[in-house]
């Protein structure tokens, strides 16, 4: 089964790209509203024990580079979800 999610593309911008160990993902956040949720998502996982899990890189106007081990995958795309950042996520 794999998960997919859906978010609104007129207040954010996500492309991914998968490898054999990580997942990395291009996002722009393009709502002032939701920058506060997309600094709550990195505070998590840079504050958490694992340091390797999910890797931030902010670039100027809210664009990040985010790369995602594949074991921690679903916790960052429920995490976004968490935060309001996708609008849906299901297994298909």
Same mark, same amino acid.
Request: hydrophobic content about 40%; glycine content about 2%; charged content about 30%.
């Given at each position: 089964? *794999?998960? #997919?999610? /859906? ?5 954010? =911008? &996500? #492309? *991914?790209?998968?490898?054999? !160990?990580?997942?990395?993902?291009? &996002?722009?956040?393009?709502? =002032? =509203? ?5 600094k709550?998502?990195? /505070?998590?996982? *840079?504050?958490?024990?694992? %340091? #390797?899990?999910? @890797?931030? %890189?902010? %670039?100027?106007d809210h664009?990040? /580079?985010v &790369?995602v /081990? ?6 960052? &795309?429920?995490? @976004?979800?968490?935060?309001r950042l996708?609008?849906?996520a =299901?297994? !298909?």
């Open positions: 089964m *794999e998960l #997919t999610y /859906r978010y609104n593309k007129d207040v954010m =911008e &996500i #492309t *991914e790209a998968a490898s054999d !160990t990580d997942v990395e993902f291009d &996002i722009r956040v393009l709502s =002032e =509203e939701l920058w506060p949720g997309m709550k998502v990195q /505070r998590f996982f *840079e504050d958490n024990r694992v %340091y #390797t899990d999910v @890797l931030f %890189y902010a %670039y100027a664009h990040y /580079r &790369i /081990r594949q074991d921690y995958y679903v916790d960052f &795309i429920l995490s @976004l979800l968490k935060h996708v609008e849906s =299901e297994w !298909t």
